[in-house]
């Protein structure tokens, strides 16, 4: 019985909502997209994860929610990358 116990207690949880296919697709594409024009250490995971003040948000969260989101956190790191 304990051992059942302590196996529990190092369980992951998963209490908030998990990625559509779309949306882990765009989360991949913004995030690959992000690494190979940002190769400095932590400039990608920086930029994806900072509120932009021209994206009006977090570009990860803006890739993940739509289509559109996703185009313009391409076309804001095509910018930065010109």
């Not at 990625?19 to 990608?44: H, I, T, V």
């Not at 890739?63 to 930065?80: K, N, P, Q």
């Amino acid at each position: 019985m304990r051992s059942h116990t302590l196996n529990k207690q190092f369980r992951k949880r998963f209490d908030s909502p998990r990625l559509s296919a779309e949306e882990a697709a765009r989360q991949g594409r913004a995030a690959q997209l992000a690494w190979e024009k940002m190769p400095e250490p932590g400039a990608a995971v920086a930029f994806l994860n900072t509120h932009d003040e021209g994206l009006g948000g977090r570009p990860i969260d803006l890739a993940v929610a739509s289509d559109a989101g996703l185009r313009a956190v391409e076309e804001a790191i095509a910018a930065r990358d010109a």
